[in-house]
Structure formats: structure tokens, C-alpha cells
């Protein structure tokens, strides 16, 4: 079993990046559902609404993005660049 080491601002960018995505793409569900996110074996974080079928799967890339998918086809790139900055498209 592979150990993950999480750094807070790993973590706090999945935060982000799961955050920002659910406002870009959920847009007219519920917003009182409840979201429940976990790390899988393979390091990818998985978040599933409860009162629906909708779940997004962050993984990062070759080069280091944070490429979150969702299940309705949706997709963002993350990275952060050069300042610091974290920046999504």
C-alpha cells in the first residue's frame, strides 16, 4: 500500500478545486446536498452528491495539473503558476 503525503497546500488547493467546480457546473441543483469526498487507492479524490448522481474525479497529470472530470462531461485544468497563483481553466 502506498503511503500519501497530503502537504496543506495540497490540500488546500483539492479544496479549492472541488469548490470552484461545483459552482461552475452544479449550478441549479440543490445546494443544501450533501457532498462526501475521499481519497481513492490510486490518489485520485472522489466527491459524491448524496441526493443525486452527480461525482467529480480530481487527478493530476504528467506535468502536475489538477484535472477534475465529472460525470455529466465536464472538465478543468488547474496548475499553479509562475507567482503562485493557482489558476483554473
Known amino acids: 500500500m502506498k503511503a500519501i503525503n497530503f502537504t496543506p497546500a495540497t490540500?488546500?488547493?483539492?479544496i479549492f478545486t472541488i469548490s470552484a467546480f461545483?459552482?461552475?457546473?452544479a449550478i441549479?441543483?440543490?445546494?443544501?446536498a450533501q457532498t462526501t469526498c475521499y481519497t481513492d487507492y490510486w490518489?485520485?479524490?472522489?466527491?459524491?452528491?448524496?441526493?443525486s448522481s452527480y461525482q467529480t474525479t480530481?487527478?493530476?497529470?504528467y506535468w502536475g495539473n489538477d484535472?477534475?472530470?465529472?460525470?455529466?462531461?465536464?472538465?478543468?485544468?488547474?496548475?499553479?503558476?509562475y507567482w503562485g497563483n493557482y489558476v483554473c481553466n
Open 11 to 14: 490540500s488546500s488547493k483539492k
Open 22 to 25: 461545483m459552482l461552475l457546473t
Open 28 to 32: 441549479g441543483t440543490n445546494v443544501n
Open 43 to 51: 490518489g485520485n479524490w472522489i466527491c459524491n452528491w448524496s441526493n
Open 58 to 61: 480530481t487527478t493530476t497529470d
Open 67 to 81: 484535472v477534475t472530470n465529472d460525470n455529466r462531461g465536464n472538465r478543468m485544468s488547474c496548475y499553479t503558476d
